[in-house]
């Protein structure tokens, strides 16, 4: 999938899985996260850092 649909099923509220996993898996950059989302993205705490 690209950006161009990520964008267009997440504004459409259909986007599966949740937009965060498709910035973990390098599918959009943060830059791209935040111009879909309208927040800085926050990558999720490893066991190292709990």
């Known amino acids: 999938m690209n950006y161009t649909l ?3 099923f997440y504004s459409w509220g259909k986007l599966t899985p949740a ?3 498709y910035r973990e898996n390098n599918f959009i950059d ?3 996260y935040q111009t879909i989302t309208g927040t800085a993205y926050q990558a999720p ?3 190292a850092e709990k």
């Open 6 to 8: 990520i964008k267009m």
């Open 45 to 47: 705490a490893t066991d």
């Open 30 to 32: 943060d830059k791209q």
């Open 19 to 21: 937009i965060g996993w």
